[in-house]
């Protein structure tokens, strides 16, 4: 439960506001960078403000205010440049720190542009997305987090406006027995009602067995955010005494299923459009075993994770669809001064606290966690999720597949791409070649399994 | 042991305190998995959820079913 001022300082995230102020200290991915391939001039709305995106002909990035300053019309139907995008109306350009650098029908010897300025914040590309900083000047580094710049690997971009806050969607990340029921028993409801036999038995008891044996919910710091899971108790009817490590948060926005290296891995992404709408970016990785070679790819495309379908009814039948109309159904910035939080949201809770600190940091002057300035200090990779594991990183396939051979998710020699959300991308079929090359070099002896 | 007070409730019955118990020993997990107490009229009772501590506190005092 949150008083409605703390739900208000976490979860608004506008110009000036606490939740704002702290977003505004990170890079943030707004657009993949394909997009700008098919047209090179893009309205963007982030954290409450409208902003143009754009490429011009020198190829250089821009982030610049929504209207040219002039008659205030919509850059996004601007024209772009050698140098600067150029209003469509009467040719006023402005460079990428919003700076106007022509005004083509005032006097020659007219000093106008040099008055004029409509603002820019910086932009960088990598992994194939766009990020922008919003924030104080200068600019902390953009970090080389793990599934971005892994080698050897295929990667798609899913993206997705969810007509809710991005706490909740973050929220999900804390929350890891949700699985029992949203992508269990829901799961099974729904691929029942699809007459999805064959489906339904290679989803079998995947999630919903994790409901027996729970003695309780564990979260704790690290590094780079918190990880959580479940602690399983035998004398409560679990297997045997366990701790179940969920998926890891990035702070502030990220999360990690899996880890760099791993036949699938994701982030998800959830980024502010603004107080009530959350872009979604699944980011997947889909990395090659030792002595294998990923298909190359010289756009990581990027795809839309649909939320309805024709009919107007949602998507269902796939994991991260689930959690997209959980989200939404919470409405859109949910009043947790009326919620009842159980034992299973103890994570949540501390999520919320990680989130109230940081924010109470940048109150206090100073830089909260994941800004990093050193370029001296700055690896090459940062692997968000904490160092891999070995069953992820293993350098013999055969204990990778071991561990990702027990979750119907991770599967995807038994078609887990062509099912997730990941199917409505392009990569898929580039997917489906890694693990063709996978198998032939079983065959030749070059990896076991 | 860590108790710290997390929320007071008051209503036309008297006020309930609502404490946060978390182990901090030495030989603790670095993880953290709280519970919670309620505190009313001398008697204290020990919950795993949030929620359900609140709730009694809300039930016990008579105090709306909000923050």
């Given at each position: ?153 295929v ?107 791993a036949p699938w ?19 997947g990785?889909y ?117 990702n051979g027990?979750?119907n998710r991770l599967n995807y020699h038994k078609g887990g791409a062509e099912r997730e959300?990941d ?5 898929v079929?580039?997917v489906a070649?890694l693990h063709?090359?996978i ?11 | ?67």
């Open positions: 439960m949150l008083s409605p001022e703390m739900n208000d300082r976490l979860t608004r995230v506008g110009p000036g506001t606490p939740g704002g102020e702290l977003m505004r200290r990170y890079w943030i991915p707004i657009a993949p960078a394909a997009q700008l391939l098919e047209d090179p001039v893009r309205k963007i709305r982030i954290l409450g403000e409208d902003l143009t995106l754009y490429k011009d002909k020198s190829g250089q990035l821009g982030l610049i205010g929504e209207r040219c300053a002039h008659r205030l019309v919509d850059m996004q139907w601007g024209i772009p440049d050698e140098h600067g995008l150029r209003c469509p109306y009467h040719g006023w350009r402005y460079d990428e720190t919003g700076q106007c650098t022509d005004t083509p029908l005032e006097a020659a010897d007219s000093s106008f542009k040099e008055r004029i300025n409509i603002g820019g914040y910086p932009v960088q590309e990598m992994g194939g997305l766009i990020f922008a900083y919003m924030g104080p000047l200068p600019a902390p580094l953009l970090p080389p987090w793990d599934l971005f710049v892994w080698p050897n690997a990667r798609q971009i899913g993206v997705t406006v969810i007509d809710c806050n991005w706490l909740q969607c973050q929220e999900n990340t804390g929350d890891p027995t949700h699985g029992i029921w949203l992508h269990g028993y829901l799961f099974q409801y729904v691929l029942e009602k699809l007459g999805e036999e064959q489906r339904l038995r290679d989803l079998g008891d995947a999630f919903v067995k994790n409901s027996v044996g729970i003695k309780g919910l564990y979260a704790n710091n690290t590094e780079y955010g918190m990880e959580k899971g479940v602690v399983f108790s035998k004398e409560l009817g679990a297997e045997r005494d366990y701790r179940s490590r969920h998926s890891t948060v990035i702070f502030p926005f990220y999360t990690e299923q899996n880890a760099a290296g891995s994701e982030f998800q992404i959830r980024v502010p459009i603004d107080d009530t709408h959350t872009y979604h970016i699944s980011y990785c990395a090659a075993p030792p002595g294998i070679e990923a298909p190359k790819q010289d756009v990581i495309p990027y795809y839309e994770v649909p939320i309805w379908d024709e009919n107007g009814k949602p998507v269902l039948d796939c994991i991260l669809n689930q959690d997209f109309i959980a989200w939404w159904s919470q409405g859109a910035l949910v009043d947790r001064s009326k919620e009842k939080l159980g034992r299973t949201d103890t994570p949540v809770i501390f999520l919320r606290r990680q989130l109230a600190d940081q924010i109470k940091v940048v109150e206090d002057g100073g830089e909260p966690m994941n800004v990093f300035r050193d370029p001296a200090t700055m690896p090459e990779i940062l692997f968000g999720g904490g160092n891999p594991s070995n069953e992820w990183v293993a350098p013999d396939w055969v204990t990778r597949a071991r561990f027990n979750n959300s199917r409505y991308g392009a990569a079929p580039l070649e063709r090359r198998e032939e070099a079983q065959k030749r002896g070059v990896v076991t399994v | 042991m860590g108790r710290e007070q997390y929320l007071s409730v008051q209503g036309p019955k008297g006020t309930a305190t609502v404490y946060e118990v978390t182990d901090d020993s030495a030989s603790a997990s670095r993880a953290w998995e709280p519970a919670y107490e309620v505190e009313f009229s001398g008697s204290v009772t020990r919950y795993t959820s949030e929620g359900e501590a609140i709730t009694v506190a809300q039930q016990v005092t008579g105090a709306p079913d909000n923050y």
